[in-house]
């Protein structure tokens, strides 16, 4: 897609989604589209490579040894209380962000619902990366919120697209309102959830992996939507 043309469908994308503030719930706003050269944009934090279809978001570790059911939040968030990560952007540049690099909803994709249903999509990956004593380290999203407690194993994991189905019909996307931007215990006002929901009936089981840096410690989170051999 030309720049023009990209640049006219993140209007568009940014005015359909354009939710109705309320006293209740601040909204993030989305922010201004930058080219930084090479098939690269910025949209707020988010910084997307088209060529290569991935992304990544700036943010930090929100919980420790709490109960989760949230990989990622907005800065806020309605779930905050459940979510291990807290990300530096709204749910319409998350999800903008997302069909920048190539997501689609998949059209077998029902209402989501709590259930033990696999949800279909193309699979994508998510990672976390921190800085350590000096050294990067990046870890699958599925390691960083897993634990032995959990009985599952991190290759078993897979992220999909949703794209918040629970605003189709509405003025305002759902994402915006409740902040919850990746999940694990299919909530249909996601942006991104996992093939397989975890820990569902099994409240407190998903605690985080000890291996994360402390509460407020930076992090990034890619997004990939081209995985080696997906």
């Known amino acids: 897609m030309k720049r023009r043309g990209l640049l006219a469908t993140v209007g568009w994308l940014a005015a359909g989604s354009a939710p109705i503030a309320s006293a209740q719930t601040p909204v993030r706003p989305v922010g201004e589209m930058k080219t930084l050269g090479g098939d690269r944009y910025q949209v707020g934090a988010i910084i997307i490579d088209k060529r290569a279809r991935r992304f990544t978001v700036p943010g930090r570790v929100h919980l420790r040894d709490k109960p989760l059911e949230y990989l990622a939040t907005t800065v806020g968030g309605m779930k905050a209380y459940e979510t291990l990560f ?137 997004v990939d939507a081209a995985p080696a051999g997906k």
Not at 88 to 101: H, K, P, Q, R
Not at 199 to 205: D, I, R, W
Request: proline fraction near 8%.
């Open 86 to 222: 807290e990300l530096d952007t709204g749910g319409s540049e998350f999800n903008i962000a997302c069909i920048l690099v190539g997501l689609e909803r998949d059209p077998k994709l029902d209402l989501v619902t709590r259930s033990r249903s696999t949800i279909p999509g193309q699979r994508i990956e998510i990672s976390i990366a921190w800085t350590e004593n000096g050294k990067r380290r990046q870890v699958s999203a599925a390691e960083a919120i897993l634990n032995a407690e959990v009985g599952v194993v991190p290759a078993d994991i897979g992220w999909v697209y949703i794209g918040a189905p629970t605003s189709d019909g509405h003025p305002q996307f759902a994402t915006d309102t409740t902040g919850t931007l990746i999940g694990f215990i299919h909530d249909p006002n996601c942006v991104i959830e996992s093939v397989q929901p975890i820990g569902l009936g099994a409240y407190g089981s998903v605690r985080g992996n000890p291996m994360l840096p402390p509460v407020g410690s930076p992090i990034e989170l890619i």
